[in-house]
């Protein structure tokens, strides 16, 4: 069948056009499209693809968030018309898919299919891969009550990171030069620093002077790096049992990356690189997005058609004016 897609043509090359999507096998479900996250920075890199690297083959389907109601059920799923889930993306298009959630329907294998708790909205649950991730990585740092935490750079995965661990329990600052996020994060009752010319160690330290047990890197800037592992606190010497500090890598470096050693060395430092996430993370970011215990509804607040699909990666590319993200609303959006 037909339905419109946001498609990839090539580097800074995007429109939208009309695809066709297969109707559901066996194990698999039918799913309407209502909304489409953009995860700014993975879509970003891959959409301008410095070096070649990002994407193989144009033209391509892009994102990997969405939320939609099942249209139709293949063979052996008990799934009924009108389900509301959490779908991520197609499995099958006749664009080749760079994931493929950008597409007004889409049919999925049951076994990745959602169904999404009372009360939460198509909207909100259509940022849920992306929360998932913030989730998958607060596993690695063990956000608990009296833990410092410091979330440095607060796109849409550093706001989720920061906003998770402090749902979680953690004692938590997020820090950022753009005035715009700090103030977002704020607002959503979390403590939040602006960086400005004192710059990013500065502003950890002026909330955690001793530093921070967890620092959860959202930059994706290779070079802040010997600069953020300062601010995670030192380990003494003696017999005392002190844990060491935790590096959380939650951001998507485009390049090497280098730890200063006796830094580490001294902090008896962990790091840990976030990969993706899986199923139960997806499962628990929506149910504290349906709780209440993370609200998310201010970072998917702008909505595009996805005919203005250029004007909506042109937004996100400057965010100190544009939106934190942004979903494509598909249909009437219900």
């Given at each position: 069948?037909?339905?419109?897609?946001?498609?990839?043509?090539?580097?800074?090359?995007?429109?939208?056009?009309?695809?066709?999507?297969?109707?559901?096998?066996?194990?698999?479900?039918?799913v309407r499209a209502a909304f489409s996250c953009v995860s700014p920075g993975t879509e970003l890199r891959?959409?301008?693809?410095?070096?070649?690297?990002?994407?193989?083959?144009?033209?391509?389907?892009?994102?990997?968030?969405?939320?939609?109601?099942?249209?139709?059920?293949?063979?052996?799923?008990?799934?009924?018309?009108?389900?509301?889930?959490?779908?991520?993306?197609?499995?099958?298009?006749?664009?080749?898919?760079?994931?493929?959630?950008?597409?007004?329907?889409?049919?999925?294998?049951?076994?990745?299919?959602?169904?999404?708790?009372?009360?939460?909205?198509?909207?909100?649950?259509?940022?849920?891969?992306?929360?998932?991730?913030?989730?998958?990585?607060?596993?690695?740092?063990?956000?608990?009550?009296?833990?410092?935490?410091?979330?440095?750079?607060?796109?849409?995965?550093?706001?989720?990171?920061?906003?998770?661990?402090?749902?979680?329990?953690?004692?938590?600052?997020?820090?950022?030069?753009?005035?715009?996020?700090?103030?977002?994060?704020?607002?959503?009752?979390?403590?939040?620093?602006?960086?400005?010319?004192?710059?990013?160690?500065?502003?950890?330290?002026?909330?955690?002077?001793?530093?921070?047990?967890?620092?959860?890197?959202?930059?994706?800037?290779?070079?802040?790096?010997?600069?953020?592992?300062?601010?995670?606190?030192?380990?003494?010497?003696?017999?005392?049992?002190?844990?060491?500090?935790?590096?959380?890598?939650?951001?998507?470096?485009?390049?090497?990356?280098?730890?200063?050693?006796?830094?580490?060395?001294?902090?008896?430092?962990?790091?840990?690189?976030?990969?993706?996430?899986?199923?139960?993370?997806l499962e628990e970011a929506l149910k504290l997005i349906a709780s209440g215990r993370l609200n998310v509804?201010?970072?998917?607040?702008?909505?595009?058609?996805?005919?203005?699909?250029?004007?909506?990666?042109?937004?996100?590319?400057?965010?100190?004016?544009?939106?934190?993200?942004?979903?494509?609303?598909?249909?009437?959006?219900?």
């Amino acid at each position: 069948m037909k339905t419109r897609a946001v498609v990839v043509y090539g580097p800074d090359l995007i429109g939208c056009e009309d695809v066709e999507i297969p109707g559901p096998e066996a194990g698999e479900v039918l799913v309407r499209a209502a909304f489409s996250c953009v995860s700014p920075g993975t879509e970003l890199r891959c959409l301008s693809n410095p070096g070649g690297g990002c994407v193989l083959e144009y033209p391509y389907v892009g994102g990997y968030s969405m939320a939609g109601v099942v249209v139709e059920s293949g063979a052996g799923v008990g799934l009924k018309p009108g389900t509301r889930v959490f779908c991520g993306r197609t499995d099958r298009c006749s664009v080749p898919l760079q994931w493929g959630a950008h597409v007004g329907m889409a049919v999925r294998s049951v076994n990745e299919i959602i169904v999404l708790p009372d009360g939460l909205s198509l909207k909100d649950a259509s940022i849920g891969k992306l929360a998932a991730i913030a989730r998958h990585g607060s596993r690695f740092s063990k956000p608990a009550s009296g833990v410092r935490v410091a979330v440095v750079g607060l796109g849409p995965i550093g706001q989720l990171s920061a906003r998770i661990h402090a749902a979680l329990g953690a004692d938590v600052v997020g820090v950022d030069r753009v005035v715009s996020r700090v103030n977002a994060l704020g607002a959503a009752g979390v403590r939040s620093v602006e960086s400005g010319t004192r710059g990013l160690r500065d502003a950890v330290l002026s909330v955690f002077p001793d530093g921070v047990d967890v620092l959860v890197d959202a930059t994706g800037v290779p070079e802040l790096v010997s600069e953020l592992v300062t601010v995670v606190k030192s380990k003494p010497w003696g017999n005392d049992p002190v844990a060491g500090g935790r590096y959380l890598v939650q951001g998507s470096y485009p390049q090497n990356v280098s730890f200063p050693y006796d830094a580490a060395f001294q902090r008896e430092l962990s790091v840990w690189f976030s990969r993706d996430s899986q199923k139960g993370d997806l499962e628990e970011a929506l149910k504290l997005i349906a709780s209440g215990r993370l609200n998310v509804s201010d970072l998917v607040r702008d909505e595009y058609c996805p005919e203005d699909a250029v004007r909506a990666y042109s937004d996100l590319r400057r965010p100190e004016i544009g939106p934190m993200t942004a979903v494509f609303r598909w249909g009437d959006g219900s």
